[in-house]
């Protein structure tokens, strides 16, 4: 009897010596992405840091947990980051009409008219068709849109956000007619009238008559993005280019408690945003970071709008053409250097990235830690890559416009330009490190497509065999790296995210395979199991 008293008092002294924590994670593969690219077994979280990695049996003794979280043998990563995306205008988009995948002008008319006779709103808008993907690759004109919507009017977004198609009572509201003129954009013409068809700042013009949508309107859409980035494994994700009343809004939702997902925010290039941002200064909270503006110097490449150092090889005599002028991103670039603020600038053609790689430079003046950066940088002049390096400007790189891109892009630049595009290997040389994103809505949400074509260059059949340009695919290791801690590096959030650490935030993920070790056919069917942020589960494929 004594024996049994002394035994139990032994016990209760060392559950008591247990440190009480929130969450123990145990018989798991947990690759950290720290320096050395370790892994653990078990991990212990408390009011929503990790606080200890290791083995099983080790914090089992020393910590006593309020929740146990059995991770079956799977593998847990860091929570994923999208360096590169639209977090709201995925949301907008989630209530338009979808016209991803579309393999024809005539299937998005039947998509735009079934859509319109569910819809009362005065407005029709949809987004993701894209001509290169069409059997004739031309772009459409808006004659079925005109017979079938005489009073309604039509505005449907290109994939990439930087051409569209308008009706004629789109484009009568707008004030746009055949002799409209305009900087930065084009308005196509065919037979002496207008085809609908809108380039880069053409577009805006019809913006600029389309309803404002509401607060709750937009809430709402945040919220359906988020649940749906949640189930994809997204815990941070950059938004490139808002307006600072979306950012209040955003900023009043996280503090409800409504909105959990981490967002990095750059301020679109408007006077509106710079006068907010420069008086209130950098906003950092627990869940929302900004500190950064979105410019953007030219278009896209599928529309012809990027701006090229030559002529496009499928158009004569044409280079696309610069959004503003050089003045405009010059004057940008002093304004943002002498608040302390950081710089990141749109760029698809050789030219407009050698622009804004020579103001950068003049800013910047040699090595520098303000991590202004380029999105895209997906055609650079052989010439200019060492611009990256030598003035530490961070190229911020989408695996998937490659492997979307790969079917035309050499139509476009020709055998020798396209050798110098979507070398996200050649980049990640220049500073030993680099950023992933998607560009949703443009691409698929899905970050493990990001993995699959940054590792593969590939599509999901596989073409083309050995991959697209392979010299320029990225490690496994490095591809994940791009899309956790390097991520978290651009956003000036690496000591805090990115990798699962003592004293970092337990945002973390749980699949069902190890994307270092399985097949590459087996990537794309990668699963996420349950999601955490702050140590508190916001997704778990059991509940749908």
Known sequence: MRLLLILFTLLSLTSCSKRKIDLLVFNATIYTVDSAFSTAEA???NEGKIIDLGDYPILKEKYNAKKNLDAHGKVILPGLIDAHAHFAGYGQSLERINLFGTKSWDEVVVLTKKFADNHDNE????????????????FPTNDELNKLFPDRPVLLTRVDAHAAIANDKALSLAGININTKLNGGEILKQGGKLTGVLIDNAVDLVHKVIPSET????CKQLLSAQKNCFSVGLTTIDDCGLDFEVVNL??????SGNLKMRLYVMLSDLPKNYDYLFKKGKIKTERLNVRSFKVFSDGALGSRGACLLHPYADKKDWTGFLLSSKEHFDSVANIIYNHGFQMCTHAIGDSSN???????????????????????????????FHMFKDY????????????SDMYWAEKRLGKERIQNAYANETL????????????????????????YA??????????PEGGFQPENALSREDALRGMTIWAAKSNFEEAEKGSLEKGKLADFIIIDRDLIKVGKKEILGTKVLKTYVNGEKVFDAMDK
């Open 215 to 218: 607060s709750e309107q937009i």
């Open 428 to 451: 990640l040389e220049q500073n030993g490190w680099l950023p992933l994103g998607t560009d949703f809505p443009v691409e698929d949400i899905s970050p493990f497509k990001t993995f």
């Open 250 to 255: 955003i900023d009043s939702l996280q503090k």
């Open 43 to 45: 991990m212990a979280v």
């Open 354 to 384: 050698r622009v804004i790689l020579k103001i950068y430079a003049k800013y910047l003046k040699g090595k520098n830690d303000l991590r202004w950066r380029i999105e895209h940088a997906q055609v650079v002049d052989k010439a200019d």
């Open 454 to 463: 940054a590792t593969a260059r590939q599509d999901a059949s596989g073409w």
């Open 123 to 138: 407005w029709i808008l949809g987004r993701g068709w894209d001509q290169n993907t069409w059997k004739d690759k031309v």
């Open 392 to 403: 530490n400007i961070i190229p911020s790189v989408q695996p998937t416009h490659a492997t």
